[in-house]
């Protein structure tokens, strides 16, 4: 990686992000514009999976419980204190000590890679049976009703800080969603710059050679799933802000589709997974339109293809077919 | 009195269901190291098979008994062929090219079937213990249970082509060296698991209800009971589906349904910090 670079990659996605956020508002229509804010914010999520999976090389099956965590957190926190201010650091916070315990037990416990998958698997599943379970009126945290299968639906949108009175209309909801997309990314960018970035990909690459060099594989591993728990809590927010939280966040189809954009986006890139959740929500709402063609069976297919022709993912497949000139060091 | 054999009944009972269920993913974890995370749409599969041919007219214990395992054995290997086979070794990613497959088979099975409920009622009535009554078919489950269990125990054990089975999961390029073909072996290994997978669900569906989406309740259970119980594929299985049956089971009669469930995943959260290898990882090592 030349030093020249990440500036050019940093500003070529700041470029994309604001003009985004100048055209798409008049371009789209309202409904559109607010199905694109959902894209935006599971981008996100996609993205959260793409640092703990494609470079920490930790398969979580449960990255869905830190979004419905996020969610859900943002939501309760907004209604008890009447304005969303200090709702944002809770949906942020909240996960990432969920993701902290979770690790803590995970990676100081030194489960291996199978059995780690089957305790996020079913962390995921308990929250999912228990935020089911909470329908009736004695599950309620203050003033906020958890509402069972129906969820919260009356998630309150973002506030100006400390200006309760005066919810943002949805063209700054898509504005502060496609920020927080490139918050992350750099973010993201940055520490895999940074010392920290580079000892993850190092475990990666050879757990036991890092440890050999005199590494705390642990608590790296643990940095970096926190890090993935509390932008899969943001991720939460920005999505509870255009629909609404219910249990299906927390549900099998989102886990299981974070891990198919990652994958199909490109395993150890960060933009890949971007693109690859947002082409393909696209795609399973134009197949939801489809009367005869059910839009899990394309989703599948494609996952199943991904996996045997290429398992690299889409981003790589591309740059390795466009070119080789660039080969050392990837697209990330 | 009465009500200890009854709650005793409903635990051997939900025991029986979680090693039924458990068993075909055990069978094709153990042997072959694959995660088939498809196998809650096998036992969809079955399901569906043994209610479509019920209602075409075939008698309802061949239905399920006959017809369910040997449709589903035929897709595995149909599905071993196409998918797995080009993915042995890769573990993680035959788990995401499984769970692909388990989506795209809710999916057509949506397409075709639509997403209602069937259903057939249990076959065999009830009876009472004292004050209580109980389903006769909870006892058929738990003595197909046994059953089961017990002819996949003496197969491996005794028979010749068990001792192959056992010689390609220990070694399989010795095997290979002694004239065995191991992809013959994983290959039936795999469809004699989705066999075993397919009875399950015909088993299952009396009490479950047939939805194409049922497969989803039983994927996390059995996939959980299967890595609790470890790598020795039928004492662990055993003895995970009975410790979690017994919590889930108890769990459910002193608070609801879904809080049973919670406790038994909370309790294989805590057995895998302690036991990270599963449970036979340290107790029953030695065994099959």
């Known amino acids: 990686m030349s030093g020249i670079r990440l500036p050019i990659e940093l500003a070529a996605a700041s470029f994309v992000a604001f003009a985004a956020i100048l055209v798409l508002p008049h371009v789209l229509e309202l409904f559109a ?110 003033a906020a009703p958890l509402g069972g299968f129906n969820g919260i639906p009356s998630t309150p949108p973002l506030n100006l800080p400390g200006d309760p009175g005066n919810p943002l209309p949805p063209e700054w909801i898509f504005a502060i969603a496609v920020v927080s997309l490139l918050i992350c990314y750099i973010l993201a960018k940055l520490i895999l710059r940074a010392r920290f970035g580079r000892v993850i990909v190092a475990i990666r690459e050879n757990e036991r050679r890092a440890e050999l060099l005199g590494y705390d594989v642990r608590a790296y591993k643990l940095g970096i799933f926190v890090i993935g728990g509390a932008m ?74 991904a996996v045997l022709v290429m398992p690299r993912g889409m981003l790589p497949s591309l740059a390795t077919m466009l070119g080789r000139f660039r080969v050392a060091g990837g697209v990330t | 009195m009465d009500i200890v054999f009854a709650v005793g009944l409903q635990v051997l009972s939900g025991v029986a269901t979680l090693l039924i269920t458990s068993l075909g993913l055990a069978i094709i974890f153990g042997m072959m190291r694959v995660i088939n995370l498809a196998h809650g749409e096998f036992l969809m599969l079955g399901a569906y098979a043994a209610i479509l041919s019920a209602r075409a007219g075939l008698n309802i214990w061949i239905a399920m008994l006959v017809v369910a395992p040997l449709v589903v054995g035929g897709i595995g290997l149909v599905i071993e062929r196409l998918i797995i086979r080009r993915l042995y070794g890769r573990m ?81 390029e010795m095997a290979s060296a002694l004239g065995v073909s191991p992809d013959r072996v994983y290959a039936v290994t795999f469809a004699a698991g989705s ?15 047939v939805v194409p989406t049922m497969g989803a309740a039983f994927i996390a259970k059995s996939f959980i009971t299967v890595i609790t119980g470890g790598a020795a ?40 910090r302690l036991l990270p290898q599963g449970i036979t990882g340290r107790f029953f090592r030695r065994s099959l």
């Not at chain 1, 339109?289 to 494609?302: D, F, H, K, W």
């Open chain 2, 233 to 272: 594929m039928l004492a662990g299985t055993f003895s995970a589906s009975g410790l979690l049956g017994t919590v889930a089971t108890l769990g459910t009669f002193a608070t609801t349904p879904v809080f049973g469930e919670v406790m038994m995943l909370v309790v294989a959260i805590v057995l895998l």
């Open chain 2, 92 to 172: 993680v990613d035959t788990m995401l090219a499984t769970w692909g497959l388990s989506l795209a088979l809710i999916g057509a099975v949506t397409m075709i079937f639509g997403n209602t409920v069937a259903g057939f009622s249990a076959p065999l009535g009830s009876f009472a213990i004292g004050s209580f009554t109980a389903s006769a078919y909870a006892l058929f489950l738990i003595a197909a249970a046994i059953v089961l269990f017990g002819g996949i125990w003496a197969l491996l054990r005794f028979t010749p082509a068990g001792l192959i089975a056992r010689g390609t999961m220990q070694n399989a």
């Open chain 1, 33 to 142: 514009l607010i199905n694109a804010t959902v894209y935006v914010s599971l981008a996100v999520l996609a993205l959260s999976l793409a640092l703990v999976w494609g470079f920490g090389g930790i398969l979580c099956f449960g990255q869905a419980a830190f979004f419905g965590l996020g969610g859900y957190s943002y939501a309760v926190a907004a209604i008890n204190f009447g304005d969303t201010t200090y709702a944002v650091p809770v949906a942020i916070g909240v996960p990432a000590l969920v993701a902290a315990a979770l690790g803590y037990v995970m990676f100081y416990g030194r489960i291996s890679d199978v059995y780690m998958g089957a305790i996020t698997l079913t962390l995921t599943l308990i929250l999912f049976n228990f935020v089911n379970s909470t329908a009736g009126d004695q599950w309620r945290v203050g």
């Open chain 1, 232 to 305: 899969a809590g943001l991720s939460g927010l920005l999505f509870a802000n255009c629909v609404f939280v219910s249990p299906t966040m927390f549900s099998l189809f989102y886990s299981g589709q974070i891990i198919i954009w990652v994958m199909v986006g490109g395993l150890g890139t960060l933009v890949g997974p971007v693109i690859g959740a947002i082409l393909l929500n696209l795609l399973t709402t134009w197949a939801g339109t489809l009367p005869e063609i059910n839009p899990s069976l394309i989703l599948g297919a494609i996952l199943v293809l």
């Open chain 2, 195 to 209: 066999a075993v997978s397919g009875l399950a669900g015909a088993l299952i569906a009396p009490f479950s209800g």
